[in-house]
């Protein structure tokens, strides 16, 4: 049971390092984009890019730079590289040099360019291996291994010796600015820790070398050892669903859409099933669902993001929680809805919201219990106001925090409520046996599903339903998608 936790939790945090980057540029040239909008092709001649982070200074060789986006107005420099890591901070090269075929070379200082695509190269350099995953509350993003030999923490039970390799997850949460934090570790036995280190930073060597001394108060989420082997690929032969039901659509830009699993549809029985539900989960109904795709996760800040540039929408407000990987709230029902319209056009796939059946088909993931885990609340399986999680009744958490259920779907409890197609009704005595929505005139409220951080756990049951006006927007409300099948 734990190697299956770990193991899908290592690919999904490996998912978060690839999903949202997709920068390959086989063209055999470096594509630099200076400020005025000026493009040159060539080389770059620069054997290594240093970059000063918050945590100590990163040299990235040449070879396996894909992107360099350079910051302005007081946005940091971001690197990425074709292994997927993502550093933030200050380049620290000030100029450029480069290499032009039939033209001559081109100096050019660091502070003129916006952007550089870094061709693939097929050159080798010295990697060093490194097991373990890094995610700092910045956003920052990478593969780095830990050097600290032991991490000790005080929990609610006293000093608590944790081996690196004795973890699965070590996720922290930020409770002031810099000042003070909670960290959780889950145990490879699943036991789960709560309380502070005694010491204030862990350090870690990046896959390049380079040493960082990470504070703590600026950690997210550290995966020690999820593959010996350094490979990624190996993820997806051991995982609890079938590899072949795993999607991610390419958009015509390169980069790649929300990672879907596909769902086999069939029959199952909607509503409250235990008696002491409301009265708009009953009386329960047999439904039958043809085959369908849905998010793993619930659409993330980093996705909805790019769907705002790239058409000018405004970008809904994070509450100063963070952006990047975490849920997106704040956008109401026809938001979700233009996203999965610009999604489709983008993927040339049928992306949409998942119906009212879809959603508790995906969420309960074959089970007929309460909750996806059994009938009794349990600690630290969501995000809740009574979960005894790290967030609990403050702020959302970064999506895959938690384990997922049965289908391998995240937050299906918890965490934020998620918009879903129908209108809605208050009982299921007319549902049609198909689950598709009733057809209706007028459409003065949707349903949104899941429950929140900011609910009580009873409401974040399997069944349990709640509505709002599409137009409206709330902290604790986003969205995930799905994609139809042919």
Known sequence: MSLRFVTLSGLLLILFMTASTSYANTTGYDVVTLNNGDIYNGTVAQPRFTLKTDY????????????????????????????????????????????????????????????????????????????????????????????????????????????????????????????????????????????????????????????????????????????????????????????????????????????????????????????????????????????????????????????????????????????????????????????TEWLSRRTEQRYRLPTDAEWEYAARAGTHSRYWWGDDAKPYRANCAECSSLWDGEKSAPVGRFPPNPFGLHDTAGNVFEWVEDCWIDNFSEVSADGKPPLQNECGKRVIRGGAWSFPVKEIRSANRWRDFPTRTSDDTGFRVVRELD
């Open 56 to 339: 100590g200074v990163v040299a990235i060789p040449y070879a396996r730079m894909a992107r360099l986006l350079l910051g302005g107005d007081g946005e940091p420099d971001r690197i990425t590289t074709h292994f997927g890591d993502r550093f933030s901070g200050a380049l620290q090269e000030r100029e450029l040099t480069v290499l032009r075929v039939l033209d001559p070379t081109l100096p050019v200082a660091v502070e003129d360019i916006r952007e550089i695509q870094f061709a693939h190269r097929t050159l080798r350099p010295k990697i060093h291996r490194t097991p373990d995953i890094v995610i700092t509350q910045n956003g920052d993003n990478f593969s780095a291994r830990v050097i600290s030999e032991a991490l000790m923490m005080a929990g609610k039970t006293g000093m608590k010796l944790a081996q690196p390799a004795d973890i699965q997850l070590l996720d922290v949460v930020s409770l002031n600015e810099g000042e003070d934090y909670l960290a959780q570790i889950t145990g490879n036995d699943g036991e789960i820790v709560q309380g502070r280190f005694a010491l204030p930073a862990v350090t870690v060597e990046t896959r390049f070398g380079s040493r960082l001394e990470i504070p703590f108060t600026h950690l997210s989420r550290l995966a020690p050892r999820v593959n010996h082997s350094g490979k990624r690929s190996r993820f997806l032969s051991v995982l609890r669903v079938n590899p072949a039901d795993l999607i991610q659509d390419g958009m015509r830009d390169g980069s790649l859409g929300p990672y879907m699993i596909a769902l086999g549809g069939g029959s199952f029985s909607r509503g409250d099933l235990q008696g002491d539900g409301d009265t708009d989960e009953q009386p329960p109904v047999k439904i039958h669902l043809e085959p369908f795709a849905i998010g793993i996760y619930e659409v993330t800040f980093r996705e909805y993001d790019q769907f705002c540039d790239e058409t000018g929408r405004r970008k809904p407000d994070d509450q100063e929680w963070g952006r990047g990987s975490r849920p997106v709230v704040n956008v109401s029902w026809e938001d979700a809805k233009a996203y």
